[in-house]
């Protein structure tokens, strides 16, 4: 086969849960609530095993059998089991903190000769719905006095039900075709009740009598928002293949048309929604497509039509081992390769599928390289990429293909991609600065799940300057501005370093001509590391010193810095000249002057600073001498020796 590791980026989790697959004794059950698969032999007499996503989940007990169990489902702490044998009623079992059964089973029947229970969800641990076909049964359990009571009851003709545990929300399906809606949320012994609404059905279905079913019908949270996901089987007129519509639904007002996906493809159909992405498989082309709603798609003014993000493609092949039919070599265990898009494939939302009669339940999970290659618009791919879970590697490696001579992208492309990614930067540190001044933090942006800093652009991205020499200098640097510009429209603080790197590429290829006019211009910010770094380049470009001693001038902050370089350059006099225009002739180390003075080896020139020490000194106490703390003994004994005893000046008399 092609290359199984980078041609498909929809795969079936490494580890799926194993549990016996159904046969004559054996039924198994999913609990999508708890992520819990029930596999439950002869009725549970022989025993029930319930796995979990780890193994660690795994739970085995024996029941009474009192006929076929229907649905079986733990409470969402796992102290409560409760068993549906009868259309009439039921059975609860408590559990200790050891997962031992107290054997006392107790029952609950609903209300109403001709009611049957079509049923039931656990929405709290002691809270269950009953979905009857007259409507909704809403208990609380007692568990140590084994009884319920009836917190409210709704009456509705129900046809079926979605349940959506991570939302508390539960969606009942009316009317003659099945396809009035009826969203009810729950809380804690609360029911509320959302304004209905009416799923349009085509024209072709609407006139053969064809309901709306419960398996084209399931509930996602997509981007933070919660939507009910409808699979239309018959198009539109005029358009091709089925079609998956959203109605996002709305706590205030009726749930609202706002996508439709075109699948262009007619069969069966299954949903799962991945990274929020809805995958769509197909079984008669065994092939998977995404469809993503935060990228743009067509739009009629109400609602917003979408094409596949890339081309169909297969599951990644996933193999099994199993028990093989022949002992050959010792071996008891093949490999096998798994049946794709079989026709015992069941899918729970979010994201799992399960084979009953292989016994696996994998999670769909989703690979983001081999997409990389699928999107050619870059600004696109890094829109799709910001609302990936985990996606920085994959992002800071595009970043870096855009600039390197392989495939290197415009700078209108570039531009773009780095104004997304700084839009980002900006929203996360606007948020940190409001969470340090201890405001509530602000809610994220679901579609926005990475933040690339300026710490991984240079490291990660902008490194390929250095890795890859066939990258011309002019390209480099005008990235680079580009850069700086988007942050600094992002109102984000440029760090040092890539100023940095600017002027070591100018420098590097003598563009000293175009580094003084940044410089001069500020496209480059002021800052000490950078006046510094253009101090150091004084050897192989002299105006390099005055420039980062204006630059340190202009800081106002770095007094000490402009100092030390004076003193460096032997420029007493300038620094003299310096320390008196900032008012800090005070606080200066005079002995720091009167070394350097006197390590030019000018007689006059140390004469001049010392003479000015001595006048500073009298300003500050009255005294022209230096205090034993300033430890200038050596430099006035040297004063001596050049100009003699009389030149020092005199000592002022007190008034």
């Known amino acids: 086969m092609a290359d199984e590791e ?9 580890n799926p849960i194993r549990f016996d697959p159904v046969d004559k004794v054996t039924n198994v059950f999913y609990d999508d609530a708890n992520k819990q698969v029930f596999t439950v032999r002869s009725g549970g007499a022989v025993g029930v095993v319930v ?54 089973e107790y ?12 049923g039931f969800v656990w929405t709290s641990p002691i809270e269950i719905v009953f979905i009857t076909d007259h409507g909704i049964e809403f208990y609380q359990i007692t568990p140590e006095r084994r009884t319920l009571k009836c917190l409210k009851t709704i009456n509705i003709s129900v046809c079926w039900f979605v349940w959506l545990m991570e939302s508390s929300c539960l969606l009942l399906a009316s009317g003659t075709q099945g396809n009035q809606l009826n969203p009810f949320f729950f809380r804690p012994s609360i029911i509320t009740k959302l304004t209905k609404f009416e799923v349009d059905l085509p024209s ?26 409808v699979l239309r089987h018959q198009p539109r007129p005029g358009s091709v293949g089925a079609e998956i519509v959203l109605y996002q639904i709305h706590r205030d007002v009726a749930a609202r048309k706002t996508d439709i996906m075109r699948l262009e493809l007619s069969g069966r159909f299954a949903i799962n929604v991945v990274n929020n992405l809805i995958v769509v498989h197909h079984q008669a082309s065994r092939t998977s ?6 990228l743009d798609g067509e739009s009629d003014g109400f609602v917003r039509y979408h094409h596949p993000v890339v081309s169909p493609l297969p599951i990644r092949p996933f193999r099994l081992m199993l028990p093989s039919l022949g002992i050959q070599g010792g071996q008891t265990k093949m490999e096998y390769n798994c049946e794709l898009y079989s026709a015992n494939w069941v899918v729970f939302q979010p994201n799992v599928i399960i084979d009953a009669k292989l016994g696996c339940s994998w999670y769909v999970e989703l690979k983001l390289e081999p997409i990389v290659t699928m999107i050619p618009d870059k600004h696109v791919l890094a829109k799709f990429l910001l609302a990936r879970d985990d996606s920085k590697r994959v992002i800071l490696n595009v970043c870096r293909s855009m600039l390197s001579s392989e495939s290197q992208a415009t700078l209108s492309t570039i531009s773009k991609v780095l104004d997304m990614l700084n839009k980002v930067y900006q929203d996360y540190l606007n948020s940190e600065i409001h969470v340090l001044a201890g405001d509530p933090p602000s809610k994220p942006d679901p579609a926005m799940k990475v933040v690339i800093d300026q710490s991984d652009m240079y490291t990660h991205v902008f490194s390929v300057f250095e890795d890859n020499k066939s990258i011309k200098y002019k390209f480099m640097v005008a990235v680079l501005i580009e850069y700086i510009r988007s942050l600094s429209e992002n109102n984000i603080t440029v760090q040092h370093y890539l100023y940095e790197l600017i002027i070591n590429i100018l420098v590097h290829n003598n563009c000293f001509y175009q580094l003084h006019q940044f410089l001069q211009y500020h496209v480059l910010q002021d800052s000490k590391p950078l006046a510094c770094l253009m101090l150091s380049l004084e050897s192989v470009y002299p105006p390099a010193h005055q420039l980062a001693l204006d630059m340190l001038k202009r800081l106002s902050t770095a007094n000490e810095e402009i100092i030390e370089v004076l003193l460096s350059k032997q ?14 002739v005070d606080a200066v180390s005079s002995r720091k002057f009167l070394e350097a003075a006197m390590n030019t ?31 200038c003994e ?22």
């Open 289 to 294: 497509v995404i469809f993503d709603i935060n």
């Open 51 to 104: 796995k979990g996503p780890s193994e660690k989940d795994t739970i085995t007990f024996r029941m009474e059998s009192r006929g076929d169990v229907s649905s079986i489902k733990f409470s969402p702490d796992r102290r409560i089991l409760a068993v549906q044998r009868s259309p009439k009623s039921v059975e609860f079992v408590n559990f200790n903190e050891d997962m031992t059964t107290d054997q006392l």
């Open 571 to 584: 420029q007493l006099l300038p620094a003299l000249r310096f320390i008196r225009s900032v008012n800090i």
């Open 6 to 14: 980078g041609s498909f980026y929809i795969e079936l989790c490494k």
């Open 601 to 631: 080896d000018d007689a006059m020139l140390f004469y001049t600073v010392f003479k000015f020490f001595e006048q500073r000194n009298v300003k500050i106490r009255g005294n022209p001498r230096f205090q034993r703390g300033e430890h």
């Open 634 to 655: 050596m430099y006035v004994k040297h004063f001596e020796g050049l100009f003699g005893t009389d030149a020092l000046a005199e000592m002022v008399a007190a008034s």
């Open 204 to 229: 072709h279905q609407k006139s053969t009598k064809q309901p709306l079913l419960e398996r084209d019908v399931s509930m996602a949270n997509i981007y933070g928002q919660l939507y009910v996901i």
């Open 107 to 118: 029952s609950q029947t609903c209300k109403g000769k001709s009611t049957i229970v079509s």
